[in-house]
């Protein structure tokens, strides 16, 4: 055999292994765009837990300051009912405003309140949907790196477990879907 001929067949021979290991390339390109993906997805329901979180803490901060003005028009109710006025039916009328105000304020409490546990609900909701997208980001950047060694040592086994972890990331991300 002539060194022209060796070398011809050594190249034909890279050539086939390139071809046989096409497959893979693409998968781990696919296995990429997916983890990218999911990550944006996962960052973006974080931004929105972050969100939903804010707008919680504002509502209860519009209760507690509803409900401290409740507390200090019972104070001075209390004062006005203790005090001898000179003028009893000024200080009933300004007693009575008092006490719609009072009323007024107990409904607004609940409704606020009720708001404010709803935002909450939607904190927990995007959490779960985050820890959804966060899994699933994990087990797609191990199915990456996994069909990445299938590269290095030639075998298929590392290639076909790369990407069973890569299905296992997608279902994962996708149930972040269906979380309610």
């Known amino acids: 055999m002539e060194p022209n001929e060796a070398q011809e067949l050594q190249e034909q021979q ?15 390109a ?91 609900a939607e904190v927990k909701l995007a959490e779960r949907k985050a820890d959804r997208f966060d899994l699933g980001e994990a087990l797609l950047e191990i199915g990456l790196v996994v069909s990445s060694i299938t590269l290095l040592t030639r075998l298929r086994a590392y290639w076909y477990m790369g990407l069973v972890f890569g299905a296992a990331g997608v279902v994962v991300a996708a149930f972040a879907f269906l979380v309610h």
């Open 30 to 120: 696919v296995l990429a765009v997916l983890v990218a993906i999911v990550t944006v997805m996962g960052h973006r329901t974080h931004t929105e837990a972050v969100l939903f979180q804010a707008k919680a803490s504002d509502q209860w901060n519009l209760y507690q300051a509803k409900k401290i003005r409740q507390n200090d028009t019972a104070l001075a109710t209390d004062l006005l009912s203790t005090l001898q006025l000179r003028d009893a039916a000024a200080g009933k009328k300004l007693a009575d405003s008092y006490n719609a105000h009072q009323e007024k304020w107990s409904e607004d409490l609940k409704e606020e309140q009720n708001e404010a546990l709803q935002l909450e």
């Open 14 to 28: 890279e050539a086939a292994l390139e071809h046989k290991l096409q497959p893979v390339s693409f998968s781990m």
